[in-house]
Structures are given as C-alpha cells and as structure tokens.
C-alpha cells in the first residue's frame, strides 16, 4: 500500500476545494478583527519594532478567542515552518523569531510559503521516509513515525484553518 499520496491528498483535498479558496479577498481588517474582549492577535510593532504575536506558556485559562491573524500564525509557525526546518532542511523558526505579517496579504503568502515546503517535504519523504522514527526534534512524537507526525499536522492544518473559515463567517454576517 502506498501510504504518501494517501496521507498527502488528506491535506491537499482540503486545502485546494475548501480552506484556501476561503481565504481569498482577506482584509486586513478582518484579519486583526478581534471577535471577543482580550482576543489574541498579530500585533504591529512602533517604530522599527517587529509585528508581534500574543502568546503565553502555559496559555491562560479559559484559552483567550484568538484572531485570524493569530490562528494564520499558528499555522504558519508553530504547525508548518517549525516542522519544514525540523524535518524538511527549511530556515529556522519558532514564535519568538519569526517575521510576523502585518497584513492579510503577507500572511496568506507566507501560509502558501509553508504549505508549499510542507506537502513538498512530506512527498520527499516517500514510503521509506513515513516509516522512520520522528526523534528527538517533535517531544511527545518522538517515538512516534513520521506517518503519525504527517497526519497529526494535517489535522492541525485542517483544523485551525476550519476555525478561521469560520471567523469569516461571522464577519461576513456582521457579527462585530
């Protein structure tokens, strides 16, 4: 059984005929909406200072309602880039140093960014590459294969973005 197309398709079915086409014609605005009092959100910098993210761990509870600028850098950092440097020879990268988009246009384009060397890295990986153990780089994945890895970060992927499609929804119908 060839298992790489199988687990590539779960994440690219869904990104090319439901998440991305969702994406398009972000606003800015509704990219920083902040849909609840003390939302978590992609924050500008002042002068000279970088963008920024919210972000605490552990995370308070509850769990603060996070923006669409927020879940897109979740998925383009913590679920995507760190694993295409971990894994797929990609640039270092983590919360603390990443080049945070300003606007919906950046962050799309470094969502295609990642998700290109994602689903190009899993390919490369081939039969063999799934059946090896994930090490030391993925914690609690450690022991784990990297079919298993590849799988959890689809789900990642699908459901972070499925929360944003949502936000838009509630833009789209006024809720401000």
Known sequence: MDTNPILREQLTWHWESQLRPRLDGLSDAEHLWEPAPGSWNVR????????????????????????????????????????????????????????????????????????????????????????????????PFADELMATLVAHIHREVIHHLAEVCLLRDLWANGVR
């Not at 880039?81 to 990443?98: D, I, K, L």
């Not at 945070?100 to 962050?107: I, L, S, V, W």
């Open 44 to 139: 500008p910098g002042g002068p000279g200072d970088p963008v920024g993210i919210d972000f605490a761990y552990p995370p308070p509870s509850p769990d603060p309602v996070t923006t669409i600028a927020w879940r897109l850098a979740h998925v383009v950092v913590g679920v995507l880039a760190v694993r295409n440097a971990a894994h797929f020879g990609g640039p270092p990268a983590s919360y603390e140093t990443w080049a945070y988009a300003a606007t919906a246009d950046e962050a799309l384009t470094q969502l295609d960014e990642q998700y290109a060397a994602w689903v190009a890295g899993v390919a490369a990986l081939g039969e063999e590459g799934l059946a090896r153990r994930v090490g030391e780089a993925e914690g």
